[in-house]
C-alpha cells in the first residue's frame, strides 16, 4: 500500500484553514457546538417552535461557531478569535435578541413599514450573514448576493426585461429580514430536513461506517484493471450517502484513492480528475444525497423519499459512466490493479463490518414502510448508529465518541447554514422584483417551443452560476428563476428541478472553477486546471444523463415496469457506447470511423423510441461486430509474430 501524503484532517486544514484551538477555549467552543445539536434536536422532535425563532438561532449558532472557527483573513491568528470575531458574534446575537424580544410586532411590519431599528438590525443582519458566507465559502457567493441586492434599487435605470420600479432601502432590507428572504425556505431545510442528516451522517463517521466502505471498495475493485480508479468509484458513490458533498468526499477518501491511482500508472491529472467526478457524483447518490436535494423536495412540494426514488436510476447511470471511461481508460493503457495480498479481505471486511450498515436501512426503512418524515427517520439512524456500534466489541463508540458526532454535526452545519441564508437573500430580491418571472418569460422567448434549446440554455446557467457557489445556492437561484419556464414548455417539476439540480452539481467539475477538482488537485499535486478539464471529458456522458430524464421520465421511475426497465437497458448501453466514443477504445482501439457510429448510436439509444432503439442497436452491432473481427485479427498477428 503506498504511503499517504496528507490525513484527511491535513488536507481539509490546506484546502479550508480552521483554528484549532486548546486548552478552555477548545472546550467552550465544543460545549457551544453541543448545545447547537441538542437545541436542534429538541425542537426537532420534542417541542416545536416558530420556523422563524427556530430559523434565527440555526443561523445564530452556525455564525458563532463560524467566526469562532473559521480566522477572516490570512494572518489571522489560527489559535484563537480576536476582538472582530468577537463583536460579530455578538451582532448575531443582538438580531436573534431583537427577533424574540419583538416577534409580534416584526411579523406585523417586515417588508411593509418598518421602523428605524427594524432596519438596522435588518442591515446587521445582513452584514454578518455574508461575512459568515464569505469565511465559509469564499467571494463568489458573496459577490452574487451583491449584485441581487444592487438590482433592488437599480431596476428603474436597466432597460428591457430588468426594468421595474425600485424599492427603498428600508423596504429591501426589512423584508429580507424575515421568511421572504434571509430566513426562508433555504435557511428553513438547513435547520430542519439537511441538520438531521448531518449529524446522521457524523454518527456513521465516528463508527467507522466509512472505513468500512473504503475498504469494501478495496477489496471488491483494487484487484481489477485499473482497480484504484474503480475503487473510487465505489468508494465515493457509497460514501455519498453519508456525506452529499464533493469536497467532502474528496477529502475523505482521495488522500488513499489518488496516490494508488498514480501507483499503477495512471497520470496525476487523471487520478485527481477520477476522484472529482466520483465524489461529485455522491450529491446526487441516495439515500442521503446534498442539502439541495432537500431544497428540492420542499420547493416542489413532494416528499424526500420521492426526489430520492427518482434520482436513484440517473445517479446509478452516473456511475456507470464513470466507470465506463475509467476501465476503457485502464485498458487502453494496459493499467493493472493492485495485488490482492495486498488488498483486505472482502470476507474479513463484511463480517467485522455488516452491522454498520444498519443505521441506513433503519433510515430507509423508517422513510419507506414506517412513512415517517426525514427528519424523525434521521434521528432514527442516528440512535441506530450507536446501538449498531455496540453489536461488536471492536466498533463500540464510548460517550466522548458521541459528544465528537454531536459536536462535528453542528460544525459541519456551518457552511451550509452560511450558503442557504445567503441563497435566501437572493430569492428574496427575486421574489420582491418580480425578477423568477421575468427570467422564466426570456427563457420561453428565447427558446420558443424548442425544448431542447431551452435546457441548454438552462444547463449553461447553472453551470456558471454553480462556479464557485455551493451546490445549494446555485441550485435555489436557478430553481427561482428557470425552473418556471422549464414547467410551462411541459416538463413535470419533479423533472425540471432535478435537471436543473444535476447541472448544479456538475458546476462542482466544470471549469473554470471546478471546487472538486481544485481538492482533488491539491492531493494529487496536478495542474488544477488540467484537472478539471480531464473531469469535464471523462464526465461527458454524465452531462447526458439529465437529458434523458426529461425526455423519458421513465428514467426517473415514472410509468409502468417494464417502460422503466427497457429505459434503463438502453439508456445504460448508450452510456456504454458513448463512452467508447470518448475514450477511441472498445476491445481494441476504436478509428474515427467507429468512434462516430458508436456517438451516434449513443444517442439513438439514449433518445427513447422504438425506431431510435432499433437505429441505435444496429449501429451499436456494427461496432461491435467489427471490433471482434479487429481483435481477432490482432490475435492471430500476435500469434504468427511469435
Known amino acids: 500500500m503506498p504511503v499517504k501524503e496528507l490525513t484527511p484532517e491535513e488536507l481539509e486544514q ?51 461557531l463560524g467566526f469562532a472557527i473559521i480566522p477572516g483573513w490570512k494572518q489571522a491568528s489560527r489559535a484563537k478569535p480576536n476582538w472582530i470575531d468577537y463583536a460579530l458574534m455578538v451582532v448575531a446575537l443582538i438580531v436573534m435578541g431583537y427577533l424574540i424580544w419583538d416577534f409580534d410586532g416584526i411579523l406585523g411590519r417586515a417588508g411593509v413599514d418598518p421602523t428605524t431599528f427594524d432596519v438596522v438590525v435588518a442591515i446587521l443582519s445582513i452584514l454578518f450573514l455574508l461575512e459568515l458566507t464569505r469565511r465559509a465559502t469564499g467571494l463568489t457567493l458573496v459577490i452574487f448576493v451583491a449584485i441581487f441586492f444592487v438590482y433592488a434599487f437599480a431596476g428603474p435605470f436597466l432597460p428591457g426585461i430588468l426594468n421595474h420600479k425600485g424599492y427603498s432601502l428600508q423596504r429591501t432590507v426589512s423584508f429580507l429580514y424575515s421568511p421572504d428572504g434571509i430566513y426562508g425556505i433555504p435557511l428553513g431545510v438547513s435547520s430542519t430536513f439537511v441538520y438531521m442528516f448531518v449529524l446522521f451522517g457524523a454518527f456513521l463517521q465516528v463508527t467507522g461506517t466509512g472505513k468500512v466502505i473504503i475498504d469494501l471498495a478495496w477489496s471488491v475493485a483494487g484487484w481489477a484493471r485499473g482497480g484504484p480508479a474503480k475503487m473510487s468509484v465505489i468508494s465515493s458513490s457509497l460514501f455519498g450517502t453519508i456525506s452529499g458533498s464533493a469536497v467532502a468526499n474528496v477529502v475523505v477518501d482521495g488522500w488513499l484513492n489518488i496516490p494508488m491511482m498514480k501507483s499503477v500508472g495512471y497520470s496525476a491529472k487523471f487520478a485527481g480528475a477520477v476522484e472529482a467526478l466520483t465524489s461529485t457524483g455522491g450529491q446526487i447518490m441516495p439515500p442521503v444525497m446534498g442539502a439541495g436535494a432537500f431544497l428540492l423536495a420542499d420547493i416542489v412540494g413532494v416528499p424526500y423519499l420521492e426526489v430520492a426514488y427518482a434520482a436513484a436510476i440517473p445517479a446509478l447511470l452516473y456511475y456507470v459512466s464513470c466507470y465506463c471511461m475509467i ?89 451550509i447554514a452560511a450558503t ?137 421511475g415514472q410509468g409502468v415496469w417494464y417502460d422503466v426497465v427497457w429505459a434503463i437497458i438502453t439508456a445504460t448501453s448508450g452510456i456504454v457506447m458513448l463512452s467508447v466514443a470518448v475514450q477511441g477504445w472498445f476491445f481494441t482501439k476504436v478509428g474515427w470511423l467507429g468512434r ?36 481477432k485479427k490482432n490475435k492471430l498477428a500476435a500469434a504468427k509474430t511469435t
Open 14 to 64: 490546506q484546502l479550508a484553514p480552521k483554528r484549532t484551538f486548546t486548552g478552555k477555549l477548545a472546550t467552550i467552543v465544543s460545549i457551544v457546538a453541543v448545545a447547537m445539536t441538542f437545541f436542534q434536536l429538541y425542537v426537532l422532535i420534542i417541542q416545536p417552535i416558530d420556523p422563524w425563532i427556530l430559523r434565527s438561532a440555526h443561523l445564530t449558532f452556525a455564525a458563532i
Open 596 to 631: 462516430i457510429a458508436s456517438g451516434a448510436g449513443a444517442l439513438l439509444l439514449i433518445d427513447p423510441g422504438l425506431e431510435t432503439d432499433i437505429a441505435g442497436a444496429i449501429l451499436v452491432g456494427g461496432v461491435i461486430v467489427s471490433q471482434w473481427l479487429a481483435r
Open 420 to 556: 442557504c441564508g445567503a441563497a435566501g437573500i437572493i430569492i428574496g430580491i427575486i421574489s420582491l422584483t418580480g425578477l423568477g418571472n421575468k427570467f422564466a418569460n426570456m427563457l420561453l422567448t428565447y427558446a420558443g417551443d424548442n425544448l431542447f434549446f431551452a435546457l441548454v440554455l438552462t444547463m449553461i446557467v447553472a453551470l456558471v452560476l454553480g462556479m464557485g457557489v455551493p451546490t445549494t445556492a446555485a441550485y435555489a437561484i436557478c430553481a427561482a428563476t428557470l425552473a418556471p419556464g422549464l414547467v410551462k414548455l411541459g416538463i413535470n417539476p419533479l423533472g425540471a428541478h432535478l435537471f436543473i439540480f444535476y447541472f448544479a452539481v456538475l458546476s462542482c467539475i466544470t471549469p473554470p472553477v471546478a471546487v472538486a477538482a481544485y481538492a482533488a488537485a491539491a492531493i494529487a499535486k496536478s495542474s488544477a486546471w488540467e484537472t478539471g478539464w480531464t473531469a469535464t471529458r471523462l464526465g461527458v456522458a454524465a452531462f447526458i444523463v439529465p437529458y434523458m430524464f426529461v425526455f423519458g421520465p421513465q428514467l426517473l
Open 327 to 415: 476501465d476503457l481508460e485502464a485498458l487502453k493503457n494496459n493499467l493493472k490493479g493492485l495485488p490482492k495480498e495486498t488488498l483486505p479481505n472482502l470476507k474479513k471486511v463484511f463480517t467485522g463490518g455488516w452491522h454498520l450498515f444498519l443505521p441506513i436501512i433503519i433510515l430507509l426503512g423508517s422513510l419507506i414502510w414506517l412513512e415517517v418524515s426525514p427528519i424523525r427517520a434521521g434521528f432514527y439512524g442516528s440512535i441506530a448508529a450507536i446501538v449498531a456500534s455496540w453489536l461488536r466489541r471492536h466498533t463500540r463508540i464510548n460517550l466522548k465518541q458521541v459528544w465528537d458526532a454531536l459536536d462535528q454535526a453542528a460544525r459541519g452545519s456551518v457552511e
